[in-house]
């Protein structure tokens, strides 16, 4: 039944202990005002998206849309370099003073795009918020650990967590860990109690320290942002005027905007549509290396999907490598487990099924499913290809007498559906944005986060919430890796999902677009984007 690989473990972006900023390069340092003006001159440009950001408060969504708009208007303490490497931003430094407290300096010049002054309340009141549980936040579990953040004075702040916790620092990177300005969060509740949605305020003011600010949005249609021509970087304004993000369900519309120059970036692109967008003269494929995981996910709640033979016996049915060389043009990995290689804690050693069909009908009829059973296969349509994946799949899984109803839905009715657990089988995507393997095992499969924070398999293993409690807590870090490989070989013998592939990203784009790049997690870097001539 089980295949094991041989032992590998990567480290792409190991927690750090102390983050400090670095002098500036001596010739950056003779860089004018008026030269970074002229640097910071260019044309607005267009973005085609699948779908509608679900919202713009970095505290109220965790879906692709919407971390790609937030990544103009916010910063966070610390950032993810190209390099996968965290850096300073609005803290100048994040160190571990003790095992459970760190301390951040914070930057002194720095004002929100509404003239509000960035400081440590500021600071403190967004971490208290992204963790109120009135609030209700999908990314509260990213922060959970933190008990109390003490402000020491007006620049520095304590973050006090319940024991160590070593991925602190690639927590406070990802996009929930964007500073809100506090007047916002202080208008939010107050909305709250008028009886308005938590985050509906900042959600439609989503007021920031970002290179870009809020210029527009017409729901379902589009999203702009204009340069911040007071971010606190004077030296690194952005290079575009401003940018527009359009909602462009369809594939075959965005690539036509593309090609006629009515858009400069399109996201995502479909394998099979390489060829069409690089055989024009003016358009190209951007291939990046990603954290995503695509899979196939049971409600381990809803019969049969209860038996983990049932959960196995598909996993043997489905061949990856088909999928990936008759689907994907061969542009994927296939799976051995939840983390992709660019994640810290990946490893080779994992329990991978191999793909057997006749082993495969036999673990059915022993759960009792001898002639199979019907099920509901729920997708999410905005995307191309995985509606013909969720196809290729219910032609596989027939071979083995399942009998599959392809279910496709738009993206806030999948999100709603998966996070309320109404649905048989799905396929999913999960991004390890923090490119730690505690963010792409702890959302997905510990059992605090059933639904939207991540679990939408609703899977509880008491094993597997320890180990994964275990490895936050651990500050060895090969002890901490020796961890998250135990807990992938549990999920491997539970099998809540069968690992299909990890996507390469592939972002169209004019030929006449620099700068544009992606972090593994697919979200978009977009301070030094711009149209050249």
């Not at 950032?79 to 760190?102: G, H, K, M, R, Y």
């Not at 997708?379 to 219910?394: F, G, K, M």
């Not at 491997?492 to 169209?508: K, M």
Request: with cysteine.
């Amino acid at each position: 039944m089980f295949k094991k690989n041989a032992l590998w473990l990567a480290v792409a972006a190991s927690a750090m202990l102390v983050v400090t900023a670095c002098s500036n390069d001596p010739e950056q340092a003779e860089n004018t005002s008026d030269e970074a003006e002229n640097s910071a001159s260019g044309a607005e440009l267009t973005i085609d998206l699948s779908s509608d950001p679900v919202s713009l408060d970095p505290h109220g969504a965790n879906d692709g849309n919407s971390l790609y708009v937030m990544g103009t208007l916010y910063n966070k303490l610390v950032e993810f370099d190209e390099n996968n490497e965290i850096q300073p931003s609005l803290a100048t430094s994040l160190e571990q003073i003790e095992d459970d407290v760190w301390e951040a300096r914070l930057r002194e010049d720095v004002t929100f795009h509404d003239g509000s002054a960035f400081n440590a309340e500021v600071v403190k009141a967004n971490l208290d918020r992204v963790r109120d549980p009135d609030l209700g936040s999908p990314v509260a579990f990213l922060f959970d650990k933190i008990t109390d953040v003490e402000v020491i004075d007006e620049y520095t702040v304590h973050i006090h967590t319940d024991g160590p916790f070593s991925p602190l620092p690639s927590h406070l990177a990802h996009p929930a860990g964007g500073m809100i300005s506090k007047e916002a969060i202080d208008a939010d509740y107050e909305a709250i109690e008028n009886g308005e949605p938590a985050s509906s305020y900042v959600d439609a003011h989503p007021i920031g320290t970002g290179f870009f600010e809020l210029d527009s949005r017409t729901s379902g249609e589009s999203v702009s942002v204009t340069r911040n021509e007071d971010y606190w970087d004077k030296d690194n304004l952005a290079k575009a005027s401003g940018i527009t993000f359009k909602t462009v369900p369809e594939e075959a519309t965005r690539i036509a905007e593309l090609q006629g120059d009515v858009a400069d970036i399109i996201y995502p692109v479909n394998p099979s549509s390489i060829s069409e967008i690089e055989s024009a003269e003016n358009t190209t494929v951007k291939q990046s290396p990603s954290s995503n995981l695509t899979y196939l996910g049971f409600n381990t709640e809803v019969e049969p999907f209860t038996d983990k033979r049932v959960r196995q016996a598909i996993n043997m049915a489905i061949d990856k490598d088909s999928i990936i060389n008759g689907l994907l043009d061969g542009v994927a990995e296939p799976a051995i487990g939840p983390l992709a290689p660019t994640v810290t804690g990946y490893s080779q050693n994992i329990d991978t099924f191999e793909y057997d069909q006749e082993e495969a009908r036999q673990l059915l009829a022993e759960a009792g499913y001898e002639d199979g059973f019907d099920a509901t296969l729920t997708v999410n349509s905005s995307t191309a290809s995985l509606v013909d994946l969720a196809t290729y799949l219910q032609a596989q899984l027939e071979e083995i007498g399942i009998r599959v109803s392809v279910n496709p839905v738009e993206s806030a009715t999948y999100l709603e559906m998966t996070g309320d657990g109404e649905t048989e089988m799905f396929i999913g995507t999960w991004g390890t944005v923090t490119v730690d393997a505690d963010y792409g095992l702890y959302p997905m499969f510990h059992s605090s986060n059933f639904g939207a924070p991540g679990n939408r398999t609703f899977f509880a293993n008491e094993q597997l919430d320890d180990l994964l409690e275990q490895a936050r807590k651990e500050t060895d870090e090969q002890k901490r890796l020796a961890l998250y490989e135990e807990a992938q070989n549990v999920l491997a013998e539970e099998a809540p999902v069968v690992n299909l592939y990890h996507s390469v990203l592939l972002a169209g784009m004019g030929n006449d677009i620099e700068g544009f790049w992606q972090y593994p997690a697919s979200i978009f870097y977009l301070r030094d984007t711009e149209k050249v001539e």
